[in-house]
């Protein structure tokens, strides 16, 4: 399964910015949609944002407004820019390769899970 690597992360104030990086291997990902997903102390996996190989996107509610999320084929990485940080955003994030089955807006996991890379947002 393809496994993405990200990276980015670190400490930022609330109100700060982070640009997170998913860099994925071979030649597969100008045709693989792309979910961020992340992971708070204590907390479930959350979907945060996708993109589809068409550049389609979707936001959890949580992120609309803050978070976007893009990709450059060219350069095979797909990115998580996050704006106006708050505490509640602290958590590990992750990118993963996702699909979606016909009618269902919920995409499926369908690469193997990264190390994920740490945000924490001091108040």
């Known amino acids: 399964q393809v496994q993405l690597v990200e990276s980015g992360g670190g400490l930022v104030q609330a109100g700060g910015s982070l640009r997170l990086s998913c860099a994925a291997p071979?030649?597969?990902?100008?045709?693989?949609?792309i979910g961020w997903y992340r992971q708070a102390p204590g907390k479930q996996r959350e979907l945060v944002a996708t993109?589809?190989?068409?550049?389609?996107?979707n936001y959890a509610d949580s992120v609309k407004g803050r978070f976007t999320i893009s990709r450059d084929n060219a350069e095979k990485t797909a990115y998580l820019q996050m704006n106006t940080l708050t505490p509640e955003d602290t958590a590990v994030y992750y990118c993963?390769?996702?699909?979606?089955?016909?009618?269902?807006?919920?995409?499926?996991?369908?690469?193997?899970w990264g190390l994920g890379t740490q945000v924490t947002v001091s108040s």
């Open positions: 993109i589809s190989s068409g550049g389609n996107t």
């Open positions: 993963v390769k996702v699909v979606w089955r016909p009618g269902i807006a919920i995409p499926l996991v369908a690469g193997s």
């Open positions: 071979g030649d597969i990902f100008m045709i693989t949609g």
